[in-house]
Structures are given as structure tokens and as C-alpha cells.
């Protein structure tokens, strides 16, 4: 009864909602918990032991070496005790009591976990990372999306709303942020599956360009927009954001798109998009954030071995900073990250309805890393460990005039 009354301490058990199981037969908790943690052989230990914050205990559930009968979020409100609260002290001792130092060996990293090559950033790495996240299989996004196939974060009015009502609320604010009027051109870069670029054109009559490294996305919104019948309006490419050669677009909207970028590139990135406004043009960056620009960044996350390689965020505070010293005056900012935990908390119950399709679509270890991201990612943002923040920035004239109104009109 060890090792297991060991692990349920450290994690909280004692809450009566979550037992623990262990491959040695021993358990703990009560047999009524609606969770159970069941840790199927040492490996799963050792995986714990031997890699940094959630890496492994990431490749012990992607490998099936540790699983969960019931809500893997609740799961995970309990497990992230190991990475957040634990002292060296605490956790040498329960290194001891689960099995010593023979758990230090790593055991082999699973097959899903990606390490790209090259230089870093490059437009041949950038497509290789994006095509790695993004290209797995429309239909498997279309069961975790729902039919709006938007992949960021969406806006809730309240929580009783539908994930559909909270994208189109989502793409609605961005629209209103930027002061979208027929007649005018938006270059939406990171599109995705063209829900942006079709929601301007169909709810504004805008002139909409949206660009993805995807090739899958672009073939995706294109065929969307030819059967919403906005082809004369809209347009999706498969291109890098660095090839648009077109400039003097009224506003410019980059949803998702700046985790991917580098910070090295953030100066880069937001001077590219300055010069691609007209004078009087808006800009809406709405990106995820750490909680401090002092917060070193997470390479050997879980999410950037699993689910984004080469992904990189820093606080909100760097962002703005860059956004003005390339010559755009931030006019509005707002954290949304309530909104992405109930996003992910959506897409989550999406995919359990789903999962048997999942799986055998793009393979039980591939699923069970989405399971893990969306729960964990929802548990981040409920913990302020990360953020989603929207920046509204404009090209001011050369006289100083900006076109903002007095008060935010959205």
C-alpha cells in the first residue's frame, strides 16, 4: 500500500475525488472516487522523474503507461501538485518511496514527440512546425472545432452560450475593433481555416485576404468560401506571411499567429504588418501570453516537444513595447483568458464525443496527446500560467491623426 498512499498524498487524494492505482495491485483512495489514476508499470515513474515541469508525466500518459478512468482535467488539477508545489526535499522523498534511484534511467521518448532541425525560424522550419500541428487531419479539427473550424480562442458573453456563438462573437469583436466597413481590405495572416477572412467578408462585405502555412487549411477555406459563395470577397492562400508582396490594407488581424513567430522575429514580424496598413490602418493582435515578460521561455514544455515545436511566448508588456517602437500606437488591450479555458473546456467535450472516430482517424497515441493539451492548456489559463490578450494598435498619419474614435466604439 506504499508507493500508492505515497503518490495520493502528494497529490491531494485525500479530496475523495480521485484514487490511485498502481501496477503493484496496491491503491488508495476511495473505491467511489468518480477519477481514478492508474500507474501501469515503473516506467511511468521514471518518465516522471527524469524529465523537467510536465514533459513526463506527458510521455507517461502519451505511451499509456499512466491513464485515467474519468475526467482527465480533474486528473490534472491533482497531478499538477507534482510540478508546482513540490519542494526538492518533497521530492526526493517520494522519489525514495516510489522506487529510488534506479528510476532516474529515461526510458525511450515516444514516437509523437517532435525535434525539428534546422535553422530555427527559417521559412522551411516554420512550415515543418506548422504542418506538424496543423496538418494532422481535417476532419479530426472538424470534430473538436465544431462547424465554425476556428482554432483560437473565443469570446464568451456569458458562460451559458455555445462554442459557435462564442466564435462568431470572437471573430465579431475583431471585426468591430477594427472598424470594418464594406468596401474596405483586410489581411487576416495566420488564418487557419478562413474564419476570420469569411466572417468580414459575409458580416461587413470586406475584402478579405487570409494566408496559412497550412496547405490543408487553405484547401479547406477555400472550398469554404466557394460554397458560402464569396469568392468575389474572400481569398485564402497557402503562403508564408512574409510573401504578401500587397500593402495599403485597412486593417491587418493576426489571430493566433504570434506564438509562432520567435521572439527574436517580434520586430520583424510587427514592422511587416505595419507596412502592409494604410495610414489610419488597425492592427488586432490577439495572441497567448505568459504572465510576466521576465518568465524565460518554455522550450521544453510539453506543448512545445507535442503540440507546437518552436513555439514561443512572452508577457504582453514585450509585445506592446515592440508594437510601439515599430511605429504603431496601441489604443486597447484586454486579457481574455477566462474565455480560453472555456474554449478549451468546449473543444475538450468535443473530442470525447468523438474519440473513437479520433482514434482511428490519426491514431489512439496522436488523441491522447490532444486529450492532455486541452485539459492541461485549460488548467493553465484557469491558473494564470498563461494569458490570451488582444492588442488593437494603429499607423498614426504623418500629422499624428490615428481615425480611432473618442471612445471605443466595439
Same mark, same amino acid.
Given at each position: 500500500?506504499? =508507493?500508492?498512499?505515497?503518490?495520493?498524498?502528494?497529490?491531494?487524494?485525500?479530496?475523495?475525488?480521485?484514487?490511485?492505482?498502481?501496477?503493484?495491485?496496491?491503491?488508495?483512495?476511495?473505491?467511489?472516487?468518480?477519477?481514478? @489514476?492508474?500507474?501501469?508499470?515503473?516506467?511511468?515513474?521514471?518518465?516522471?522523474?527524469?524529465?523537467?515541469?510536465?514533459?513526463?508525466?506527458?510521455?507517461?500518459?502519451?505511451?499509456?503507461?499512466? %491513464?485515467? %478512468?474519468? %475526467?482527465?482535467?480533474?486528473?490534472?488539477?491533482?497531478?499538477?501538485?507534482?510540478?508546482?508545489?513540490?519542494?526538492?526535499?518533497?521530492?526526493?522523498?517520494?522519489?525514495?518511496?516510489?522506487?529510488?534511484?534506479?528510476?532516474?534511467?529515461?526510458?525511450?521518448?515516444?514516437?509523437?514527440?517532435?525535434?525539428?532541425? /534546422?535553422?530555427?525560424?527559417?521559412?522551411?522550419?516554420?512550415?515543418?512546425? @506548422?504542418?506538424?500541428?496543423?496538418?494532422?487531419?481535417?476532419?479530426?479539427?472538424?470534430?473538436?472545432?465544431?462547424?465554425?473550424?476556428?482554432?483560437?480562442?473565443?469570446?464568451?458573453?456569458?458562460?451559458? &452560450?455555445?462554442?459557435?456563438?462564442?466564435?462568431?462573437?470572437?471573430?465579431?469583436?475583431?471585426?468591430?475593433?477594427?472598424?470594418?466597413?464594406?468596401?474596405?481590405?483586410?489581411? %487576416?495572416?495566420?488564418?487557419?481555416?478562413?474564419?476570420?477572412?469569411?466572417?468580414?467578408?459575409?458580416?461587413?462585405?470586406?475584402?478579405?485576404?487570409?494566408?496559412?502555412?497550412?496547405?490543408?487549411?487553405?484547401?479547406?477555406?477555400?472550398?469554404?468560401?466557394?460554397?458560402?459563395?464569396?469568392?468575389?470577397?474572400?481569398?485564402?492562400?497557402?503562403?508564408?506571411?512574409?510573401?504578401?508582396?500587397?500593402?495599403?490594407?485597412?486593417?491587418?488581424?493576426?489571430?493566433?499567429?504570434?506564438?509562432?513567430?520567435?521572439?527574436?522575429?517580434?520586430?520583424?514580424?510587427?514592422?511587416?504588418?505595419?507596412?502592409?496598413? =494604410?495610414?489610419?490602418?488597425?492592427?488586432?493582435?490577439?495572441? @497567448?501570453?505568459?504572465?510576466?515578460?521576465?518568465?524565460?521561455?518554455? =522550450?521544453?514544455?510539453?506543448?512545445?516537444?507535442?503540440?507546437?515545436?518552436?513555439?514561443?511566448?512572452?508577457?504582453?508588456?514585450?509585445?506592446?513595447?515592440?508594437?510601439?517602437?515599430?511605429?504603431?500606437?496601441?489604443?486597447?488591450?484586454?486579457?481574455?483568458?477566462?474565455?480560453?479555458?472555456?474554449?478549451?473546456?468546449?473543444?475538450?467535450?468535443?473530442?470525447?464525443?468523438?474519440?473513437?472516430?479520433?482514434?482511428?482517424?490519426?491514431?489512439?497515441?496522436?488523441?491522447?496527446?490532444?486529450?492532455?493539451?486541452?485539459?492541461? &492548456?485549460?488548467?493553465?489559463?484557469?491558473?494564470?500560467? @498563461?494569458?490570451?490578450?488582444?492588442?488593437?494598435?494603429?499607423?498614426?498619419?504623418?500629422? /499624428?491623426?490615428?481615425?480611432?474614435?473618442?471612445?471605443?466604439?466595439?
Amino acid at each position: 500500500m506504499g =508507493r500508492a498512499n505515497a503518490l495520493e498524498r502528494v497529490i491531494g487524494g485525500g479530496t475523495g475525488r480521485v484514487a490511485v492505482r498502481l501496477f503493484d495491485g496496491s491503491r488508495a483512495g476511495p473505491a467511489s472516487a468518480p477519477v481514478r @489514476i492508474d500507474v501501469r508499470s515503473p516506467r511511468a515513474f521514471a518518465y516522471m522523474a527524469t524529465a523537467p515541469g510536465d514533459l513526463g508525466m506527458a510521455r507517461a500518459y502519451v505511451t499509456g503507461e499512466l %491513464d485515467v %478512468d474519468g %475526467d482527465l482535467y480533474t486528473a490534472l488539477t491533482h497531478l499538477s501538485r507534482l510540478n508546482l508545489e513540490l519542494s526538492l526535499g518533497e521530492r526526493l522523498r517520494l522519489l525514495r518511496e516510489l522506487g529510488g534511484v534506479r528510476l532516474l534511467r529515461p526510458p525511450p521518448r515516444p514516437a509523437q514527440e517532435v525535434r525539428l532541425h /534546422g535553422r530555427r525560424h527559417s521559412k522551411n522550419r516554420d512550415q515543418r512546425a @506548422i504542418a506538424h500541428h496543423y496538418d494532422v487531419s481535417n476532419r479530426f479539427y472538424g470534430w473538436i472545432l465544431g462547424p465554425s473550424m476556428t482554432y483560437t480562442c473565443a469570446v464568451y458573453p456569458t458562460s451559458a &452560450v455555445t462554442l459557435e456563438e462564442a466564435q462568431f462573437a470572437k471573430h465579431d469583436l475583431v471585426a468591430r475593433k477594427l472598424a470594418l466597413r464594406p468596401g474596405m481590405r483586410l489581411l %487576416d495572416v495566420g488564418c487557419g481555416w478562413g474564419g476570420m477572412v469569411i466572417h468580414a467578408a459575409r458580416e461587413y462585405g470586406v475584402q478579405a485576404l487570409g494566408v496559412t502555412l497550412s496547405r490543408r487549411q487553405a484547401e479547406w477555406a477555400q472550398k469554404a468560401i466557394a460554397e458560402a459563395g464569396l469568392n468575389e470577397l474572400a481569398e485564402v492562400r497557402h503562403l508564408d506571411y512574409r510573401d504578401v508582396d500587397e500593402s495599403g490594407f485597412d486593417a491587418v488581424s493576426s489571430i493566433g499567429l504570434t506564438e509562432h513567430i520567435g521572439l527574436a522575429q517580434l520586430p520583424s514580424y510587427f514592422r511587416f504588418l505595419y507596412d502592409r496598413l =494604410r495610414p489610419g490602418g488597425r492592427l488586432l493582435n490577439h495572441c @497567448i501570453t505568459l504572465p510576466s515578460n521576465a518568465e524565460a521561455v518554455r =522550450r521544453r514544455w510539453f506543448i512545445n516537444r507535442y503540440v507546437f515545436p518552436d513555439g514561443e511566448l512572452t508577457g504582453v508588456g514585450r509585445l506592446v513595447s515592440v508594437m510601439h517602437d515599430v511605429g504603431l500606437e496601441v489604443r486597447h488591450e484586454e486579457n481574455l483568458r477566462e474565455h480560453y479555458a472555456l474554449t478549451t473546456a468546449a473543444w475538450s467535450v468535443n473530442l470525447d464525443a468523438h474519440w473513437d472516430e479520433a482514434v482511428a482517424e490519426v491514431g489512439v497515441a496522436t488523441a491522447r496527446v490532444w486529450r492532455l493539451y486541452l485539459a492541461g &492548456v485549460r488548467l493553465a489559463f484557469e491558473q494564470n500560467q @498563461i494569458q490570451l490578450h488582444q492588442v488593437l494598435g494603429a499607423r498614426p498619419h504623418v500629422d /499624428g491623426r490615428s481615425e480611432m474614435p473618442l471612445r471605443p466604439a466595439w
